[in-house]
């Protein structure tokens, strides 16, 4: 079965740091991208950060550029975001989802993690 | 970057009934590869999201044949050609024409029943 499991989320102060792993099982992990997405309560979907399938080539929404890093283990099978400098607007449900980069879609999802940035 | 908007944002609709969101995009998502990756996804309350439409019009695996893409360049649409109850829940489109690295995301559109 083709599944991810973010983890990592909890409640955070402001300026503070949490990092969120996600873990993929049932399918070959470096043949795909990976993407963050998050969904701040009663909110839309907003793109955070993606990965293509090595690593090479990384992208960051505005609203996160130099305060989050994507990275990914392929011998693990795992997707990571390491967020520092935490604000109260960060504060959402955190997906993660595979890309398939030669069809340009995002399938499957994960359940997300909650990150809550409150003092 | 590309700003994606949605028309209706909020769509009541009548089971049985066809129902149409609109997607519009401020640049071509035509590729340079000549493919034009604009997705929909379904979000129903409480799931995370789901893949209905890729590249436009390409239904993803399961999703039923009631759902359907179409348009070009900057201008999309999805089509529910007759709304069950299941089908309750947000609808988003989404570029991926510049990925890697960047997605986006349209505001989403709430379909409910009358």
């Known amino acids: 079965e083709v599944q991810l499991v973010e983890s990592g989320g909890g409640v955070v102060r402001p300026g503070g740091s949490l990092t969120l792993s996600c873990a993929a099982s049932?399918?070959?992990?470096?043949?795909?991208?990976m993407t963050w997405v998050r969904q701040a309560p009663g909110k839309g979907l907003e793109w955070v950060s993606g990965?293509?399938?090595?690593?090479?080539?990384?992208g960051y929404a505005d609203s996160v550029k130099g305060r989050f890093t994507i990275s990914r283990d392929n011998a693990k099978n795992s997707l990571y975001l390491q967020m520092n400098s935490l604000r109260a607007e960060d504060t959402a449900l955190y997906y993660c989802?595979?890309?398939?980069?030669?069809?340009?879609?995002?399938?499957?999802w994960g359940q997300g993690t909650l990150v809550t940035v409150s003092s | 970057d590309i700003v994606m908007t949605q028309t209706p944002l909020s769509l009541p609709v009548t089971l049985g009934q066809p129902a149409s969101i609109s997607c519009r995009s401020s640049?071509?998502?035509?590729?340079?590869?000549?493919?034009?990756?604009l997705s929909w996804l379904q979000q129903r309350p409480g799931q995370p999201p789901r893949l209905l439409i890729y590249?436009?019009?390409n239904r993803f695996s399961g999703v039923p044949d009631r759902f359907s893409g179409s348009g070009a360049g900057t201008d999309f649409t999805l089509k529910i050609s007759r709304v069950e109850a299941e089908d309750v829940g947000v609808y988003y489109c989404?570029?991926?024409?510049?990925?890697?690295?960047?997605?986006?995301f349209g505001p989403g559109t709430k379909v409910d029943i009358k």
């Open positions: 989802a595979t890309v398939e980069e030669v069809e340009g879609w995002l399938d499957p």
């Open positions: 049932g399918f070959t992990f470096d043949d795909y991208g």
């Open positions: 990965i293509n399938w090595n690593g090479g080539r990384i």
């Open positions: 640049q071509s998502l035509v590729h340079s590869d000549g493919n034009t990756y």
């Open positions: 590249k436009i019009s």
């Open positions: 989404l570029q991926a024409t510049q990925f890697p690295p960047s997605f986006t």
